[in-house]
């Protein structure tokens, strides 16, 4: 037996984002991001203040056109008014017009380099212009690659594979440098956890080689919602966590932002905080292929939370085949051996039930994510609560990204635009822009008809 490692902050440059500094002379940021239309003024203003009630220290707005960049505006000087200043960061995807917009506005741009420009020379192009006016208006950006979106280009050359993302990445973070630009804050994330966490540990060893130190957001997309979310989520940024990366994190789950905001703290405290559990009283073993975690919580979504967070790296760094969690209190056993299996699967190393993987929803969802949600998970799982048939089911709020986005789910319900949902069997459309009212029954039906079980 022996106690968990001490945790060892990676030493980053400090990039600043409106008047909040990141990096590793400050505390990991926690930060969310908005669901509602970014051109609902009212609704946005009142969600970010909610949001920073309850601990968000940045706030993200999707920005998908010029319009979402000048609702922004309006949304910033109302928070102004009332005196927030919570840093707003702009999500763009596929216009680099509406990215240098954004930075005129915004105090963060998030781009993402798959699908920023289409050749090294526009790249270079577009954002060294991007940069002159980041460094104009003092915005910092977001290099933002997703596993499920690499730009054709990379994709050929390396396919969707570790290396792939952390070339895209490199290829923008070397043109800020040659800039003198460093204002930056760099994230990979992927809906599976082990090429989320292989592929940033990868990022910081390039980096590293390069004497480039800039701070890391850290998140799992697609993570879903309820339990199985919080716990994919601890999983991906807990093993990051353990290894000292990591200055600012969301929890993405597709529930109401509010809700991201105590798991992140959580996470945070339990890593950094001396005094947590995983310093006084945790403790982690390995006998042959056999993980054994003690955890003396007694509340059984923290001790969930912590056995995921510390687990994951474990797991996947020692080969293990097994995870045992030994809860305190003896009465927890069943509910801490279900545990352990949902973390195995968290991790990628089992499927035991249906896995449900779900965007968080932003401004581009255009139908109640969470109904939805809830509707197809009844409906895959039986009343005993053991799933019948271990499938990966993606619900996805937006056709602009979902379909990328889904990974490998074998079937996958798509926002395909106001009320209109397209089906997905694996990679291929089977059932374009049918009624939100019927989609979730044809889905259901599809799902049946394939498997001959009605
Ligand atoms: S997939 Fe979901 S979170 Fe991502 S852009 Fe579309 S609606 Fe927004």
Redesign the pocket.
Known sequence: MHFLPKYCRRTTSTTRIGDLLMGSDYPIRIQTMANTSTDDIEASVAQAERCEAAGSELFRF?TQGIREVESLSHIKEALLREGHTMPLVADV?FRSDVADAAAQVADKVRINPGNYAPTPEAIRERFTHLIALCRAHKTAIRIGVNHGSLSPRIMQQYGDTPEGMVASCMEFLRIAVEENFRDIVLSIKASDTRIMVTTVRLLVRTMDAEDMHFPLHLGVTEAGEGEDGRLKSAVGIGALLADGIGDTIRVSLSEEPENELPVARELVHFFTDKTSSRYTTNQASIEGDTLIYTCAEDNIDLLGLHAAAECGHLLWDNNIQKLIIRPACPAMQDAADKLAKDILQAAGLIRYKTEFVS???????MFDLQDTIAKIKQAFRDPSGTDQRPLKIAI???I???PG?MADADYGYV?AGRERISLYRGKECVRKNIEQDEAVKQLIQLIHEDLGTK
């Open positions: 999707t995807h965007c968080p929803g932003c401004g581009r969802t996805m709020g937006c602009v990204n979902g986005e926002g």
